[in-house]
């Protein structure tokens, strides 16, 4: 009898990955790593070797939050250490991101190995589920554990630390396979259907309403259920909004979809929630962003249902007047059968709507015209809505920075509302981590070659993650990235100079950086704009160039109506 194949732990980690269906692989490559990068060739799954670690996370999170499929992302241990924000990002958008460490030797754990760190516990707060492989043949079992943790419940990153001597000792192949689940291919996730008779309760809820509303969150994109979430909308005449920081549900022209549950970036949804009778929000969390399900956001008087897919959630929800434990999709195909419409109160919203893009369109307008009469730089919304205006139907945007951000998140509702439908929207989630957009740009781009990617980054974004754009030069990605170059940390400047008692900004100033011609150095396409004139042309060239290209434009710093908002507590002048 043949001896059994025998291989190391590397290679039998990249098996159990396929096994799962793992398609993307993300890495700075260490020698710590070096068995599971030859396994992943010899599976011959992709592995994208990146600049920096932090970037191989964000990668691996931008193609979870498309695909809605795990990525992983590879790294060393020191490599876990600049991996840590990109799990930071992956768990506030609940994206199942699989975080593998190679980490020091088992054997002698806590004697002060080579590159030795706690990484399982560094992890642990940050992810679903994060352990060390403490026997290389149970590797198949514990990538198992790993992938249900993450796709399954409250989806979300985890972590695997596997030590280096597991990592380069041998196994034989088919370790662990003698054991359940004799398939271990990536199972369906299991999904909440409503108990009969609590679905009936919240249904009767709301369809004794007068004024209701929807809101949607994670839960509904991670079950694949937006379409139903449209259907819903649309079919019941319910206004429909988004909680903030989160990936588009509807897309920016569909009727039922309003705006961001935000009173600052979407001034409407602030009329719509304080005079709504109910309010069910699905698959979200009553977090800060919805003020914790208390008044002023959510009036006293307001019935607040929230409907989730686990358990888990619903705890995180335990102050709303009613709960429903539900699959986000079963639960909206039950409510797009109540039996009754709202009109006068879906049109009053649409009209809410159509005013706030006409009083924002008159503003621009305005700044504009004064911006063109004086010779200066542009404001950053007219940038927003000139870069979308030069963006085809099913083009992919995405933004980075904190004014950036906030005013681009104005201009697709505009530019959504005059009909602009894009492929989708992806922008840090909601722990805004400067420095994803490029990584995102890229991770869009790779899903979807024939589209157009544009990424509007600010000068600081830029500068906190730009070293991504290597990539996109490395795997032929040609993406665009706008500069909205103010020459500083715009967002934090403007709020100091509201709290600081000098009136002054400090610590927050860039000098003027030549972007454009750091992205031509590199062998790309760059331009630099300084009127509002040049934009377009520039815009349209540098996505005709089928390079990765740069447009460095200078935008003047123009305070958001959030960071206003906020910043008028002058004792805390902060984004809470």
């Known amino acids: 009898m043949p001896d059994p194949e025998r291989i190391r732990g590397g290679a039998l980690l990249a098996r159990a990955l396929k096994e799962k269906g793992a398609e993307h692989v993300f890495t700075l490559a260490g020698g710590f790593c070096n068995p599971a990068l030859e396994g992943f060739m010899e599976c011959q799954i992709p592995v994208v070797n990146c600049p920096h670690e932090q970037v191989a996370g964000h990668l691996a999170d931008g193609h979870t939050r498309i695909a809605r499929k795990p990525a992983v992302c590879l790294v060393g241990p020191e490599g876990f250490a600049n991996a840590v924000p990109a799990m930071l990002e992956a768990a506030g958008e609940r994206a199942p991101v699989i975080f593998v460490t190679g980490s020091s030797t088992l054997k002698r754990k806590g004697a002060g190995g080579f590159k030795e760190i ?110 139903r979430l449209e259907a819903a909308g649309r079919r019941l005449c319910i206004p429909v909004f988004n909680v903030p920081y989160h990936r588009k549900l509807l897309g920016e022209s569909c009727e039922a979809g ?120 542009m404001h950053p919304l007219q940038l927003g809505l000139d870069v979308l205006a030069a963006m085809g139907d099913g083009d992919w945007l995405v933004f980075d920075g904190g004014n950036t951000h906030f005013w681009n998140e104005i201009a697709l509702n505009m530019a959504g509302w005059r009909g602009r439908r894009l492929g989708g929207v992806l922008h840090p989630g909601n722990y805004s981590l400067l420095g994803v957009g490029v990584s995102f740009g890229i991770s869009a781009k790779a899903l979807n070659p024939d589209r157009n990617v544009v990424v509007v980054s600010g000068d600081g974004a830029f500068l906190s993650g730009g070293l991504s754009i290597e990539t996109a030069f490395q795997e032929g990605l040609p993406i665009t990235v706008v500069i909205d170059n103010n020459g500083g940390l715009d967002c934090i400047s403007q709020q100091q100079e509201r709290l600081f008692a000098s009136g002054r900004h400090f610590a927050t100033d860039f000098r ?3 972007f454009h011609s750091m992205i031509e150095g590199m062998g790309g396409h760059g331009e630099l704009v300084t009127t509002r004139a040049q934009l377009a042309p520039a815009l349209a060239r540098a996505m005709a160039s089928g390079k990765v290209a740069c447009v460095n434009v200078k935008c003047r710093g123009v305070i958001s109506p959030i960071v206003a908002a906020t910043s008028d507590k002058r004792e805390k002048a902060s984004i809470e």
């Open 118 to 227: 706690d990484d399982v516990a560094i992890a642990a707060p940050l992810v679903k589920y994060s352990v060390e492989v403490t026997d290389g043949t149970r590797i198949r079992e514990f990538v198992d554990r790993a992938w249900q943790a993450a796709t399954t419940g409250y989806p979300g990153p985890v972590h695997l630390s596997v030590p280096v001597d597991i990592m380069f000792a041998s196994f034989d192949a088919d370790a662990g396979a003698a054991e359940r689940p004799w398939s271990r291919a990536a199972r369906p996730a299991p999904r909440a259907w409503p108990e009969p008779a609590a679905l009936d309760r919240v249904l009767a809820i709301v369809r004794a309403a007068e004024r209701p509303v929807l809101i949607g969150g994670h839960g509904i994109w991670w079950s694949g259920a937006e379409d």
């Open 258 to 377: 309003m705006g961001l549950a935000d009173f600052h970036q979407y001034h409407p949804s602030k009329a719509a929630i304080h005079e709504a009778d109910v309010v069910v929000m699905v698959g979200g969390r009553l977090d800060n962003q919805m003020n914790f399900g208390n008044p002023p956001f959510f009036p006293s008087a307001t019935r607040l249902i929230c409907v989730n897919g686990s358990a888990e959630e619903l705890d995180l929800n335990y102050a709303a007047d009613e709960v429903l434990l539900s699959d986000p999709g079963a639960f909206l195909d039950a409510l797009a059968g109540i039996g009754r419409t709202w009109d006068a109160w879906f049109d009053l919203q649409r009209r809410r709507r159509g005013a706030w893009v006409g009083e924002w369109e008159a503003h621009v307008a305005a700044e504009t015209a004064r911006d063109v009469a004086a010779g200066g730089k």
């Open 512 to 514: 003027d950086i030549p």
